[in-house]
């Protein structure tokens, strides 16, 4: 499986981006897909997954994030609404087999792209 992340940018607080993932390799509506984040400094975690039929999230970012998919396309996304500063981080795309695979961090990995957020 090959992924490309897309999207990313310098927002102001408060302020919303959308990143893409396109996939490539594999039946992509067969594979959970996910985000995680690495802010400088600090260790890659775990944003949120996407299965075929359910969806995860980090506390972190509950209610402000939604990941979803088009598997027509291949794309997974991230729409991050309410930015905060602290949501600044390089995201990768990642995916795997399965959920578990993918929130684990042992899928699949796509290069980041850069999230700043402005307060």
């Known amino acids: 499986v090959q992924l490309q992340a897309f999207g990313g940018g310098l927002v102001q607080a408060g302020g919303s981006l959308r990143l893409s993932c396109a996939a490539s390799?594999?039946?992509?509506?067969?594979?959970?897909m996910g985000w995680f984040r690495q802010a400088p400094g600090k260790e890659r975690e775990f944003v949120s997954a996407i299965g075929r039929y359910s969806t995860d999230y980090a506390e972190s970012v509950k209610g402000r994030f939604t990941i979803s998919r088009d598997n027509a396309k291949n794309t997974v996304y991230l729409q991050m609404n309410s930015l905060k500063p602290e949501d600044t981080a390089v995201y990768y795309c990642?995916?795997?087999?399965?959920?578990?695979?993918?929130?684990?961090?042992?899928?699949?990995w796509g290069q980041g792209t850069q999230v700043t957020v402005s307060s």
């Open positions: 390799g594999r039946t992509f509506s067969n594979y959970a």
């Open positions: 990642t995916g795997g087999g399965l959920m578990a695979t993918v929130v684990a961090g042992q899928g699949y």
